[in-house]
């Protein structure tokens, strides 16, 4: 997902933006308990786990703006096509209240 979302924007949309990439990584202990390594450029873990997180309204509304924008540009690809099934309810236009 972090390859679909914008590198820059304005402080507001960044802050969302860092947080939900904070969500979505490893912290010390998890990379510990689930032993997650890094072999030639690749990451193994030793458990199966799921991790759970939430998404907020607004970085929902920041991801579906790019996959909407990679499908417009007709872009989808083996690397992204995962992420329109999960999010393909969220691709419908919103509108603003």
């Keep these: 997902m972090m390859g ?9 949309t960044f802050k969302i933006l ?3 990439k904070k969500s979505l990584s490893f912290s ?5 308990d689930f032993k997650i390594v890094q072999k030639e450029g690749r990451i193994f873990w030793g458990k199966s786990v799921d ?8 970085a ?3 991801i579906n703006t790019a996959l909407q ?8 690809n083996e690397g992204n096509y995962s992420l329109f099934e999960k999010f393909k309810p969220s ?7």
């Excluded at 679909?4 to 507001?12: K, R, W």
């Excluded at 010390?28 to 510990?32: N, P, Q, S, T």
């Excluded at 691709?91 to 209240?97: A, D, M, R, S």
């Design 69 to 76: 924008k990679i499908d417009a540009d007709g872009k989808v």
């Design 91 to 97: 691709l419908l236009k919103i509108e603003k209240k």
């Design 4 to 12: 679909i979302l914008p590198a820059e924007s304005n402080f507001v």
């Design 51 to 58: 991790k759970e997180f939430t998404i907020g309204e607004q």
């Design 28 to 32: 010390e202990k998890e990379i510990k």
């Design 60 to 62: 929902t509304i920041i």
């Design 18 to 20: 860092t947080d939900l």
